[in-house]
Structure formats: C-alpha cells, structure tokens
C-alpha cells in the first residue's frame, strides 16, 4: 500500500437521514483510509467524520453524503445535508462544560487543522457542506 498517494482522489457515500448511516460512514471511512496507507489518519479522522455525518443526520431533512478526498497530503472530510442554514458556530470545549449537546463542531474545531462550511447545491436542491482538513505530516 503506497504511503502517500502520489495523485489526488475522492470517494462520496451517500447516506439516509438514519442515525446507523454514522457507524457505516466510520467503517467505510476507515477502510477507505487502510486501503490508501493512511491509517495513522483513521482514528481522528473517524472522530471528525463521526461528528459531522451525526450533525447532518441529526439536524437536516433527508439523505446526506461522506465526502472523503486526499490531495497534496491533506485528508479533507465533508458531510453534505440538504439544509441550508449555516452551522451553530462551535463553542468551545470549556465552555460547554458538562453539556451533553454542541460538542460535534467543538471537537471539529479542536482536533482538525482547518474546518468550515460553504452553501452547496446538489441535484437543484440547496444545501450546505460542512468541512474540514487534516494534514498527514
């Protein structure tokens, strides 16, 4: 298995508004990642894609997609949902203390190098992917 892919590439799975469609993205995510050589990346990268697949299934009406790409040494994760509202900005960890919800982008913004979210439009319909990067090195 090659260490670091020399060329780009992406995978989408699409998934039903199911909260089993998360434990799905996390096995797929992780054979996906064994597969290319990075499994050094599955354990935090399984963490992000579990919150945002759970934030889109849980908050948005109707199916959703796993983007998962690697490019220039840079695993990026995108959860696509058909809603159009903008993500709650993530509140810090010590800030929520004890809260049992508004971890998922707190632990996004904590543990990847980049995240963020742009409006996206699939099949005519409006929706929303929220992002995020992890660098191999």
């Keep these: 298995m090659p260490e670091n892919p020399p060329v780009p590439w992406e995978y989408c799975l699409y998934i039903p508004n199911d909260l089993r469609a998360v434990t799905v993205s996390r096995r797929t995510l992780r054979l996906i990642l064994t597969v290319h050589g990075l499994i050094r990346l599955a354990d935090t ?3 992000l894609a579990t919150e945002l697949v759970a934030n889109a299934v849980r908050h948005a009406n109707g199916a959703a997609a796993l983007r998962v790409g690697w490019a220039a040494g840079v695993l990026r994760l995108g959860a696509w949902d058909a809603d159009p509202q903008p993500p ?17 982008l707190a632990l996004v913004r904590a543990c990847a190098d980049q995240w963020g979210w742009q409006p996206l439009s699939r099949n005519g319909k409006r929706g929303k992917l929220v992002w995020c990067e992890l660098a191999a090195a």
Excluded: K, T, W, Y
Aim: glycine letters at 16%.
């Design 88 to 104: 709650e900005p993530p509140r810090s960890l010590a800030e929520l203390g004890d809260a049992e919800d508004g971890r998922g």
């Design 45 to 47: 990268a399984e963490l």
